[in-house]
């Protein structure tokens, strides 16, 4: 990650902040310096997409969540104690997942999720994308079984509506002592 990072922003620019910022270089700037950050984690989980000439054209990356991080911090504050404690007690959040939009609708996003997904440890995933609920994104995180958490939620600094979403996972913590997967009628309900 750390060696591609002008390429992993180029595709996070491409993708995103070209559409969602209104200063996409500024804001891709103050993006390279916050990915530097997480790169430098060793529980940092990383999914590429390359095309044969290597090429860059999809990204996901996700960390443990951990209460002290600034966005596990603002999501469990605005949920309910009971409902923070479920879903990102043993969570894994996904910070970016992002494609090159001349590679999206061939499937990529849908990819990388999974194999992002795909045996981690953790009970539970997480994220925020934009609110609105039909946008590409959003199906595709329905589609995938994520639940909205919270909606029309603004983190600090911003006035964009975002929607935080939760899966549930099978890492360990979500199996009983047998290995069986626990029931879930004793679990909180996605809120607002």
């Given at each position: 990650?750390?060696?591609?990072?002008?390429?992993?922003?180029?595709?996070y620019k491409a993708a995103f902040l070209d559409h969602?910022?209104?200063?996409?270089?500024?804001?891709?700037?103050?993006?390279?310096?916050?990915?530097?950050?997480?790169?430098?984690?060793?529980?940092?989980?990383?999914?590429?997409?390359?095309?044969?000439?290597?090429?860059?054209?999809?990204?996901?990356?996700?960390?443990?969540?951990?209460?002290?991080?600034?966005?596990?911090?603002?999501?469990?504050?605005?949920?309910?104690?009971?409902?923070?404690?479920?879903?990102?007690?043993?969570?894994?959040?996904?910070?970016?997942?992002?494609?090159?939009?001349?590679?999206?609708?061939?499937?990529?996003?849908?990819?990388?999720?999974?194999?992002?997904?795909?045996?981690?440890?953790?009970?539970?995933?997480?994220?925020?994308?934009?609110?609105?609920?039909?946008?590409?994104?959003?199906?595709?995180?329905?589609?995938?079984?994520?639940?909205?958490?919270?909606?029309?939620?603004?983190?600090?600094?911003?006035?964009?509506?975002?929607?935080?979403?939760?899966?549930?996972?099978?890492?360990?913590?979500?199996?009983?002592?047998?290995?069986?997967?626990?029931g879930d009628a004793d679990q909180p309900a996605p809120?607002?």
């Open positions: 990650m750390r060696t591609r990072l002008d390429e992993v922003i180029a595709v969602h910022e209104a200063d996409p270089v500024r804001a891709a700037r103050d993006r390279t310096l916050h990915a530097r950050r997480h790169f430098d984690r060793r529980d940092l989980l990383a999914v590429a997409a390359v095309t044969s000439d290597d090429t860059l054209v999809g990204i996901t990356y996700a960390l443990p969540g951990q209460p002290g991080q600034w966005w596990h911090d603002v999501v469990a504050d605005a949920l309910a104690a009971a409902t923070a404690a479920h879903w990102l007690d043993d969570c894994l959040e996904i910070v970016e997942l992002h494609v090159l939009p001349s590679y999206q609708g061939r499937r990529i996003g849908r990819q990388l999720l999974r194999e992002l997904l795909r045996d981690v440890p953790q009970r539970t995933a997480a994220l925020s994308a934009l609110e609105p609920a039909g946008s590409r994104a959003r199906r595709l995180y329905a589609s995938e079984g994520f639940v909205p958490l919270l909606s029309d939620f603004q983190f600090p600094g911003t006035l964009t509506p975002y929607a935080v979403l939760g899966k549930e996972l099978r890492g360990p913590s979500a199996a009983s002592p047998d290995g069986e997967l626990a809120v607002r």
